[in-house]
């Protein structure tokens, strides 16, 4: 079976520092790859997807980056964090660009 | 960007009785699906309605769909105590690869 693996699960990091979120997909292959971001009550925005390696499109400016540098493996990065880029992380996948997400349980970044 | 629009964005009820939830969206859809969060938690799946639907049901869920007024309702029927949680519409567009969610309905279900 499919599972999805998502950390760290809490963070807190100092604005300015470099993040690094990960998330990995066990059990099929090729699937696409997203990152959302759910603000505190909010619903939920799309940062990334990929639908292969090192294929990324960005759905918003921001101070942020991904990367897939594996078919399963999907990294949520940021040079230097800012006190916006607080929130909640979710990764998901899917194995056709239909069909339901199946989502990650998610890491809790908070910058001070 | 968002597209899925719930309403009401807070529910209450007792157990037993039925909640229900309503979504609008703007674009045309492939298909739209109905997402539950438990607080601090990922999204779990329930169900997914596509664009030539109009009724489907999975459990004590039912979903409709009516294109032509691009809106979507979710029924829980017989809610439980457990069913506390927020729900989430999101819509599968023509020209897409990603899922585009509503801000959600906060579900409480008070025993």
């Known amino acids: 079976s499919q599972t999805i693996h998502q950390w760290p699960a809490t963070l807190v990091q100092p604005v300015g520092s470099p993040l690094s979120l990960e998330c990995t997909v066990e059990?099929?292959?090729?699937?696409?790859l997203y990152w959302y971001r759910q603000a505190a009550g909010r619903g939920l925005q799309l940062l990334f997807y990929s639908v292969g390696i090192g294929q990324i499109s960005s759905e918003v400016p921001q101070n942020l980056s991904a990367s897939r540098p594996q078919d399963r493996q999907f990294i949520l990065s940021s040079k230097k964090l800012l006190l916006s880029d607080s929130g909640f992380y979710l990764c998901?996948?899917?194995?056709?660009?239909?069909?339901?997400?199946?989502f990650g349980e998610g890491s809790r970044l908070t910058v001070l | 960007s968002q597209q899925g629009e719930e309403d009401p964005q807070a529910l209450s009820i007792q157990e037993g009785e039925n909640a229900t939830m309503n979504c609008s969206y703007k674009t045309s859809i492939n298909n739209l699906q109905w997402y539950r969060q438990n607080s601090g938690r990922g999204l779990v799946h329930l169900i997914l309605i596509r664009s030539n639907e109009r009724e489907k049901h999975s459990g004590r869920l039912r979903v409709t769909l009516d294109t032509s007024k691009k809106s979507s309702s979710l029924l829980i029927t017989a809610s439980r105590a457990a069913d506390t949680a927020s729900y989430f519409c999101?819509?599968?567009?023509?020209?897409?690869?990603?899922?585009?969610f509503g801000k959600g309905t906060s579900l409480l279900v008070t025993p």
């Open positions: 998901a996948w899917r194995t056709s660009s239909t069909g339901e997400l199946f």
């Open positions: 059990g099929t292959s090729n699937p696409n």
């Open positions: 999101a819509t599968d567009e023509d020209s897409g690869y990603a899922l585009n």
